[in-house]
């Protein structure tokens, strides 16, 4: 009789955070298999956002935001110098557009320092020598902020993971899981339905993290978070602007707002909004766009409109409800729910490609434990 193979741990979902997981763990000689419904590796939230690297100044001191976000910037630097994946640190502003504004902004830059992120505080007459065609009040400067070739990224994950013998299973449904005695007994589907069986379940499925929490039926589903899907529009620039870092407006409790950012050729976009749909949805609604230009033009008012042209449409898998203030990142193992082996990440939206190596080291470590 053949014997049954015991995977170390099988992730469910390859976006840049299950592949950062799968790397950490792999790497230290655990097998591991990745499950992916899409045909590509980082086809949902990771494909489909800013490509910023944050700096982490808009989150509580001590979240797992603030700690992940601080930490994931660095190693994220550090690997795309070391696997040449293309991303510039080009620096973002947070600006005040009106004199009322500096005591929410003075409010922000005192948040980040608390927290340990690198910024300095910028002048009216500084910034407005910087930005002439801006109307600004003040701002902030954060260095450590740029941008990121997210494809390349999670290329290069994919490759470590497969040097550590990892599996990638593209095409790949998760269906069900059982914990049976000391392991968990996985249901897929590929075309075929199969099983295998893992010493550990990790679920990294962003914007489908409650549909499949839902599926691992020895969890009490007390523990499964709403997802609230935030469908973000944006929009690219085509005429001359004045740009050379990240444009960020005073961010509200609910989202960053809608920022000017690059690709790394270049090409100037905006976005997003925010708005809340209740299935998925990528389709651009131009209807929108009045919105964008009223957003831009109170920093930028010689925008021209007819620049604006329909870019991309990206979902954000969110844990709080529209109103509410943000909602720091939910990453809950068996001290919290239970389930021995079991790590249930939910709500991994921004700042997530930025923290996504530094929770891939998180998670490993708590499976170390």
């Given at each position: 009789m053949q014997e049954k193979i015991i995977f170390d741990a099988v992730i469910?979902?390859?976006?840049?955070?299950?592949?950062s997981i799968a790397k950490f763990y792999s790497e230290i000689g655990k097998s591991v298999v990745l499950l992916e419904k899409e045909s590509r590796s980082g086809e949902g939230v990771s494909s489909r956002n800013s490509g910023v690297i944050h700096a982490g100044?808009?989150?509580?001191?001590?979240?797992l935001k603030s700690t992940l976000c601080i930490e994931g910037n660095r190693l994220l630097y550090d690997y795309a110098k070391v696997k040449n994946i293309?991303?510039?640190k080009i620096g973002k502003y947070i600006i005040a557009s009106k004199e009322d504004e500096l005591e929410k902004l003075?409010?922000?830059y005192n948040q980040g320092l608390s927290s340990g992120v690198s910024l300095e505080m910028i002048t009216k007459e500084k910034i407005q020598n910087l930005y002439p065609d801006l109307v600004l009040a003040g701002a902030i400067y954060s260095p450590e902020s740029g941008i990121i070739d997210v494809p390349e990224l999670v290329?290069?994950?994919?490759?470590?993971?497969q040097h550590n013998k990892g599996v990638i299973s593209l095409n790949t449904s998760f269906i069900s899981a059982t914990k049976s005695q000391n392991n968990f007994k996985i249901t897929c589907n590929d075309g075929n339905e199969f099983e295998i069986n893992s010493k550990i379940l990790i679920n990294s499925s962003g914007?489908?993290?409650?549909?499949n929490t839902r599926k691992i039926f020895s969890l009490d589903n007390k523990y499964n978070l709403p997802i609230n899907l935030a469908k973000g529009h944006y929009f690219k620039y085509s005429g001359k602007h004045p740009f050379n870092n990240l444009i960020y407006p005073l961010s509200n409790e609910f989202s960053q707002g809608i920022h000017a950012g690059f690709d790394l050729s270049g090409q100037l976009r905006f976005g997003p909004d925010i708005n809340w749909i209740s299935n998925l949805d990528f389709s651009f609604?131009?209807?929108v766009k009045d919105n964008f230009i009223d957003s831009i033009q109170q920093y930028w008012p010689d925008m021209n409109p007819d620049k604006l042209q329909p870019d991309y449409v990206g979902i954000r898998p969110k844990i709080q409800n529209p109103n509410e203030k943000m909602r720091d990142f939910s990453i809950l193992d068996s001290k919290i729910h239970g389930v021995e082996g079991l790590i249930n990440l939910q709500g991994i939206e921004s700042p997530g490609v930025t923290s996504s190596l530094a929770i891939g080291k998180f998670?490993?470590?708590l499976l170390q434990k």
């Open positions: 469910i979902g390859a976006g840049v955070v299950g592949l100044m808009y989150y509580p001191t001590g979240s293309s991303c510039k003075n409010k922000l290329t290069a994950l994919e490759g470590d993971i914007l489908n993290s409650e549909i609604d131009e209807s998670v490993a470590k």
